[in-house]
Nanobody, 114 residues
Framework: QVQVVESGGGLVQPGGSLRLSCVAS????????LAWYRQVPGKQREWVAG??????SYADSVKGRFTISRDNAKKTVYLQMNSLQAEDTAVYYC???????WGWGQGTQVTVSS
């Protein structure tokens, strides 16, 4: 059974940066395309960024500010978030870049506030 554990969230001021990490266990990590998602209470979870064989892709709302990367040896996917805005406040999750999701982790809270 695949387990994912996200970390790296926190409270940051507008314009600040954070780097999120997600470690996956119980799977052959390198064969999967991976993505970051985020969710605000009362709203649907939304896709933020993905990384796979064809490269990377980003939601328009984060393009130019966020960078997704991965280290297959460490079974870890990262999300570097720069120029953070209040609208980026959410719980961030990682999972497959697919509708055939693994079980969801607990996520990591990102709060952007002055």
């Amino acid at each position: 059974q695949v387990q994912v554990v996200e970390s790296g969230g926190g409270l940051v001021q507008p314009g600040g940066s954070l780097r999120l990490s997600c470690v996956a266990s119980g799977t052959i990590f390198s064969i999967y395309s991976l993505a970051w998602y985020r969710q605000v209470p009362g709203k649907q979870r939304e896709w933020v960024a993905g990384i796979g064989g064809s490269g990377t892709s980003y939601a328009d709302s984060v393009k130019g500010r966020f960078t997704i990367s991965r280290d297959n040896a460490k079974k870890t996917v990262y999300l570097q978030m720069n120029s953070l805005q209040a609208e980026d406040t959410a719980v961030y999750y990682c999972n497959r870049w697919s509708t055939n999701y693994w079980g969801w982790g607990q996520g990591t809270q990102v709060t952007v506030s002055s």
